[in-house]
């Protein structure tokens, strides 16, 4: 806190992440900060939302605050608490509130995981107003020109129970991310996990066959990050099949008709 | 060690015992002695013995002769380690009753037969499945029991326990008490006793594997077709696949094809299926073809589907291959040069001196760039048809069958519109799968829905069933057509459900319940409490801090308590849950499951497992005879528990009349809206769409209802619904929102998708 260079400097990203962008998105979130519009990222688990935000930060050139969101998380794990020392109580400010004092992307990853009555805490920063007040300590921060709100939202299953409010839904630009498509699926997949485009075409094509499966038996079919894992494996010196197994088939379902199935596709398409 | 004593005090006194009714048979006596020495030092026999006394001494009681009990002697003695001697023992009490009925040498021929066929029945249970099938024969048909145990190894290997017992009954049944046609059947030479023989194994298998071959097929080819079960038509020529609007009809057996292989060959069926749903987009005008023609043409097409198929995934060719088997040695007939062309087609490896072969093979390579087009098919097929028609080789219509086996039939690639002097063989094509599809129809194999018997008729022609209740409320209904709500347009009629005579008993499932119940347990939603004065939190606990702060100036150095923190509360939730009883609930599914008996599981489930977790659950039912007589049933009260008046509620409960659901839904909130909780739920369980005898549009009802759902979310009440069978329940989303709505089409899985909902609440 003393430094506040320093202190941003630790969230700031040096090296270009490698990011493969699927339609427009770059654009439109390019244009959504330059009026610093909250943005919600929405999208299945594993298909690049994190690694977009990461290598959107370093093309904006600014410091990137992520907090992964759970059912525990509570408004102060966001905004700050007192703490006590020798002196007496300090302030300790939350990730949030850094961020919104010194001017960083903000990233809530998971928001629904949240409780609702955590998730308020963003509203008055994601209007007109752009302040957060810091009710326990009796201050209102008034948000850095440079800081930006973005919240990552997968809407599943459970979706029907945990859901955003209407209210907090409504403040954001939302971008909607998909599994990548075939061609640039397999770019990805065979950059990030260093295999032959050959192999990656495989694992792309096993992917697109088990996402047949959605609600019929998965809630999700293998995702982008599961083929880089795959690929990982396999470029280790694992079979594929193997790799497969423990990567796709083991962590994705624990029916055993379901694996069946998995195994079926696996074997089709090798 | 006292027990031990006891055990092994009570095994001698058996022994003699035994010694004792033996005495006078010296020579039973002493093989009964020296096999009773052997089992002795059997660990697993150990404390047995008693038993295995008592069943030496059925069987020799029973008059059966020497030769009887030494064979059983030595079963007992051959006894297999990993098989129960639960078993043992019970084959040695069934043999006993085998021979009252049916005479020693019977009970002599099943002893030898059993112990031929235990590797067989590894299977929990199915020992006692065949032995209490046998009784049952030897019972109501002594004579034939001979009969079926001579065939005992033959009779199991192909239909397993369950299948064999299955055939039983079925034969006691159709033979009706007469023992001529009994003999026919259990010998086996009556044609119904091979049908149901043959039903028992693939029923098995279709059954067993029918949910993996649906995923397959939606995963390979993102195609959801309905799977039925083709039955064998009593013809020597096999079954086929076959492949209708939406239909994947699959044989009910391959014959040559068990277990593993079964397997296998159901999947490459359905692989193939799925190439001709993706890839045979057009139908091929039958015209003037002959059958020969049809056949080749079919036979391409197959083998470009595979082709097209195995470009994306290959490794299906390791699934198709091994059944085709066809080699160049084979004869040169029409049918068997066709079986080596469809694997010269998808064999890259196969090799076929044959210059017709060859020639196919050419013709459909040289095709490569337009083996998207399925006119390919025809072309080629035909030029080959050509072919065999100059070579003179007969092709017969008749015994045609496709080959390999995992292939359908292919009539589904053919519009036979109406030709009124089309060639009659192919005539005879069309019109055998015609037949064969309506016999299904009349056998109930068919899995067509059915048009469902006018609500309003039911409703009407059903007798009142329930007491009336008593007018509690009156409430509003939209009327969407006019756009007003008219104000007190329903009645409800309440009651507490008439308990039946006989509490339900409640799932003994134990470990699922258990697992259950730690879910709820461990679940926490509700009011947040605050712990004052813990080591760490989200904010200062003033008062503490204070405390604490003079405590260290003081010099006193206390741990500093001074946080405080939010944690979930005791759990709470109210929910009620609204049981559809309307005349429909009646119906049954395959298995004769009704709807009602799964929705009363269901919530009887639940509400066991919601009071263990101290939660509020009330049940209630509902249907409905015309706007003025809404009834609305009590099963159980928010405050009341499973206890015995209760369960024997939920026992007496029953379906008649329609389903006013709007009005129940508003009734229900009602009861809601009174309790106090974090979070209140209600949750629907139904079969179908509203519908009364006086709303003949089946839109009113429904729009009413969601507007009762969407009144009642805004009073903060959650609604959610599931819809069970398998209806479309195309109103369940617009009534209570996409999310919001659940489709149950197997119906035994409601309780797990209830208690899978409720978890999810408790999250
Ligand atoms: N367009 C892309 N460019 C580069 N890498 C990608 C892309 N899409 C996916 N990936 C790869 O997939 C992995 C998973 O992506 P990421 O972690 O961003 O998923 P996510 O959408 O944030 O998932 P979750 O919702 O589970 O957090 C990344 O680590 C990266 O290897
Ligand atoms: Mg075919």
Redesign the pocket.
Known sequence: MSNPGLLLDQYRIRDEP?????RDEVELFSAAYASRMPVM?K??????????IEYMAWRLGRPLITVACHEDMTAADLVGRWLLDAQGTVWSDGPLTTAVRLGAICYL??IVEARQDTTVVIHPLTDDRRVLPLEKRGELIHAHSDFQLVI?Y?PGYQSAIKDLKESTKQRFAALD?GY?EHA?EIE?VS??AGIAPEIADLLVKIAAHSRNLKGQGLDEGA???ML?NAGRMIGYGISLDKACETTIVVPLTDDADTRNTLRDVISACA | MAIAQISSLENVRSGRRLAALLRGHDDVGSAVQATRATLERRPELVGRLVIWDVAVRDLFEANLGEAVVLNFLRLSEHWPAQHSVHDLLAIGRAVADIGRGAGSRVAHATLTELSKVLPRLAGAGEVTTVLAALCQLADAGPESVGLAVSRLEQLLGHAGAEGFSAWVSAGLRASGGRAARRRAYFGLEDALSARVLALGRTGDDFARLEKRLAATMVALWNRKPRFRKLAIPPTPVPRRTSLAAGLVGLPETFAGFEGERAESIYLAAVAHAGAHLVHSTVRFPVGRLKALQIALVSLIEDARVETLALREMPGLRRLWLPFHTAAPSGQATAAGLMTRLARALIDPDYQDPDAWVAKGRALFAAASDRWVDPAISREIGGLLGNDIGQMRLQFNAKSYVVEPSYRDDNLALWDFGDQPDAPSETIDLAVDSVRIERREDANGHSTDDTAKPDETLRARASAVALPDGLPVATYPEWDYAAGIERMDWTTVLEADAAPSGRALDLPTDGDAMRRITRLTRDASIGRRLRHKAQREGDALDIDATIAHMIARRAGQAGEPRVYQRDAPGPRDLAILLLLDLSQSTADRDRAGRTVLDVERKAAAIMAAAVETANDAIAVHGFNSDGRERVRYLRIKGFDEPMDAVVRARFAGISSSHSTRLGTALRHAGSYLGERRAFRKVLLVLSDGEPSDIDAPDPQYLTEDARRAVQQLRRRGIDIFAFGIGSGRFARLDRIFGERRAFRVPRIEVLPQRVMQLYTELKK
């Not at chain 1, 999208?43 to 977009?52: A, L, M, Q, S, W």
């Open positions: 490698y990011y493969r962008p699927l990222l999208g299945p688990t594993g298909c690049g939302k994190t690694r977009f990853d998971e990552s997968n991310f990548p640039v990805v950059r990030e995702s982008t990050r880089v």
